[in-house]
């Protein structure tokens, strides 16, 4: 009967760290890795210039380069790879002589005038993001012929059947010179076979760990926005990356009349407006942070909206606000909001772990920088101080704009051309040539079956589901089982079912696979079958294979976030050490049974009720101190507390408040979620102005945010006894 601690995760290297990852710049910007190089850099502005030249801002390298009369071979390459980057092949063939007459920079030059001399290239690239028409842009580079594959796109011209070699779509003709793959999303099989260097644009890396031994060994480079990303797919996967801004997946604002948009007089309503991914437990950084914009002083006015909007609504939100904010669990991250934000003339507030206002010549104002130890009290000073924030800006925009537009030019086939030629840069100038093709394959063998962690984006193609279905063999069988859930549409169950009964007669101690068959038992409707699966997993007598698939489509307690996190903070000791991935399955499988227990204790009363609500707080409780991060169990925690205080156990009522003030200073949306409960304690004990004062500040909360509830069923059913208008309850009443 104690309150259950746990605090805010540290989702990003905190600075002390930060500054050590490389132990030094020099080191740092041979990893590549330059939004690190332009942070640290201001005494080296040599490699600060070259950095920003390597992120896309060739304009904003050379004016720290001009500003310190820096003048090298070194500084002579990099403008020359920026000139030629840009299309200016005249000026990139009088820096690299200009760097030959200098000398030095190990060959470096002699091979970047050799790419430039190349008067054509072929490139092989595969997408599944399913947004076609930002590839538009690729098949307009001058001198590069792009062929393209896919497997979820739909044109049959290009669809490569699941497990058919890349190559058996691409037509005779020149040798290919680059295979770019857009994301981890779905790796086709034989990268290697064209003997050209492969290189991986991940849109959200973290969802690809639990494949990433697999694929890895086949990859040569990877396309970054983060030294964090640096540090958790590069360092510990040992495969080269490199930092570039360019967001392939997302349309590029127009920059161009940057000033014009912020010298706007008219007056904007909203002080400020974060609109994106919340809930999800991908984005868990923004429920301890951005959600809690609530509490800012009630004269602002503010809108948090979860989702993604149509870019009308969207850009007209941003037209309409003083300041936005982005926040990323990512160190040094790059990300287009802040830039969507500037081109419709809102200021845009940044983390300082934000890596944006670190990749220009010059700190622009319209950054304002808050700190996670003080959030809401450094918000609210910048949301004071608006006037003059925006007066110190006003004439550094020209100059962000003029930057800007360096970076992201308007025209799609610009933004590939550079994009591109950065990539042939880094493979063939950077990396000298040398690629994984001309070596022996590591283990494990080459695949011949295409991994896929997001089985319902093929529910439109059950043929391509079939195949990944048919091909994933051993020891892969929760992978397998889960691609059933779109290769058999209403069906699937028993072909799941079957696939992990097939997998557990050949591994019969696969923590995976009875995890897995717990998860369909329970979905089934076999409860009694399914605690006895999930009792084998937390007892310590079942193992995780490596490369194990975690069951997230049948979990609605899902763990798979924490579970990625904890996989390759096991194996990257450069991270914050994370409870070992085994334990964290078992920490969620407690989560199930005390889940269970609380499913029972509502359907009796009185003592055999409560002797369930402890079971549940004793399991949460467990869950917790395996793995203290375990946001389900926390809540758990404080279902099961409520339980016991409202049959009469009063000393559990403490117990309960405690715990429910700790959740929602971790995460903001427990006061929406788990309110019903507080509510309705103070109101059957009399105590009613206590009970007001949650309803007051539940009306804050739904007046300044539109959140995805995770509510539970006490919460649903009080919502509606008392009339709380909670999202997902009466939804036109809350809007």
């Not at 590549?32 to 201001?42: E, I, K, L, P, Q």
């Not at 260097?197 to 639990?210: A, G, L, Q, T």
């Not at 004439?395 to 030629?421: G, I, K, S, T, V």
């Not at 049948?554 to 450069?574: S, T």
Request: glycine share 6%; net charge negative; proline share 5%.
């Amino acid at each position: 009967m104690s309150v259950v601690k746990r605090t805010p995760f540290p989702l990003r290297l905190p600075n002390d760290r930060l500054e050590a990852v490389h132990g030094s710049l020099d080191a740092a910007f041979a990893a590549h890795d330059y939004v690190y190089v332009a942070r640290f850099g201001a005494e080296r502005p040599e490699l600060r210039g070259a950095a920003l030249i390597l992120l896309g801002n060739r304009l904003g390298g050379e004016i720290v380069l001009d500003r310190h009369g820096v003048h090298s071979a070194f500084a002579c390459l990099y403008r020359a790879y920026g000139a030629w980057r840009d299309g200016d092949e005249a000026a990139a063939e009088r820096w690299v002589a200009e760097g030959l007459e200098l000398g030095d920079e190990t060959g470096k030059l002699e091979r970047l005038r050799a790419l430039m001399a190349r008067q054509s290239f072929r490139v092989v690239f595969h997408s599944d993001f399913g947004r076609p028409e930002r590839l538009f842009g690729f098949f307009e580079v001058p001198g590069v012929e792009m062929i393209l594959t896919s497997h979820m796109l739909g044109d049959e011209r290009t669809t490569l059947p699941m497990g058919e070699p890349l190559s058996s779509r691409v037509p005779p003709g020149l040798p290919v010179d680059l295979v770019l793959i857009d994301d981890f999303k779905m790796m086709p099989v034989g990268l290697r076979d064209f003997g050209a260097p492969v290189v991986v644009n991940p849109h959200d890396h973290e969802w690809y760990y639990e494949m990433l031994d697999e694929v890895m060994p086949e990859v040569d480079l990877v396309v970054n926005l983060s030294t964090w990303e640096e540090v958790e797919l590069n360092r510990a996967f040992g495969v080269q990356g490199t930092t570039f801004f360019y967001p392939l997946s997302l349309k590029v604002p127009q920059v161009s009349g940057l000033k014009k948009a912020f010298d706007d007089r008219r007056e904007r309503e909203c002080d400020i407006v974060f609109t994106g991914g919340v809930t999800h437990d991908f984005y868990r950084d923004k429920r301890q942070r951005i959600v809690s914009l609530a509490r800012l002083d009630p004269k602002f006015e503010v809108r948090v909206v979860e989702g993604y909007l149509e870019y009308s609504q969207f850009y007209g939100l941003l037209s309409n606000s003083r300041f936005t904010i982005n926040s990323v669990r990512a160190t040094n991250s790059l990300s287009i909001r802040p830039f969507e934000s500037l081109a419709h003339g809102a200021l845009q507030l940044v983390e300082e772990e934000s890596g944006v206002p670190y990749i220009f010549s010059e700190d622009f104002a319209c950054f304002p920088r808050y700190r996670l130890e003080h959030s809401v009290a450094d918000i609210e000073t910048h949301l004071n101080n608006y006037d003059a924030i925006l007066a110190e800006f006003l004439p550094q925009a020209e100059r962000l704009e003029a930057e800007l537009n360096d970076m992201m030019p308007d025209a799609e086939n610009l933004r590939a051309q550079r994009f591109l030629r950065h990539l042939f840069f880094m493979t063939e100038v950077e990396m000298g040539g040398v690629r994984k093709a001309n070596q022996p394959l590591a283990e494990p063998v080459e695949r011949d079956w295409v991994g896929i962690n997001e089985p319902w984006l093929l529910a439109q193609r059950p043929d391509q589901a079939k195949r990944v279905f048919d091909q994933a063999r051993s020891p892969y069988w929760v992978r397998r089982a889960i691609a059933a859930t779109a290769a058999f549409k209403n069906d699937w169950m028993e072909a799941f079912y079957r696939t992990v009964t097939e997998g557990l007669a050949q591994f019969p101690d696969s923590l995976g696979l009875e995890y897995t068959r717990a998860m369909c038992l329970r979905l089934g409707g076999f409860p009694e079958t399914a605690e006895k699966s999930l009792r084998r997993v937390v007892d310590g007598g079942l193992s995780l294979r490596a490369n194990e698939s975690f069951p997230r489509q049948l979990d609605r307690l899902n763990g798979f976030y924490w579970l990625a996190d904890a996989k390759v903070r096991d194996r990257c000791p450069a991270l914050e050490p994370l409870a070992p991935e085994a334990t964290v399955w078992r920490s969620y499988a407690l989560n199930h049974l005390a889940d269970m227990a609380l499913d029972r204790a509502r359907a009796l009363k009185e003592s055999e009720a409560v002797t369930e609500y402890v079971r549940a707080a004793a399991l949460a409780d467990r869950s917790l101190s395996m793995f203290a991060n375990n946001e389900g169990a926390q809540r758990l925690y404080i279902r099961a507390a409520f339980g016991l205080a409202d049959n009469g156990v009063e000393e559990w009522f403490a117990v309960f408040g405690d715990n429910l003030a700790t959740a929602i200073d971790n995460d903001y949306t427990a006061l929406h979620d788990l309110s019903p409960l507080a509510i309705h304690l103070y109101m059957s004990r009399g105590r009613i102005a206590e009970a007001q004062g949650v309803i007051d500040r539940l009306g804050v909360f739904l007046k300044r945010t539109v959140v995805t509830p995770d509510l539970c069923p006490e919460a649903i059913a009080l919502a509606r006894r008392y009339g709380l208008p909670l999202r997902g309850v009466d939804l036109a009443a809350a809007a």
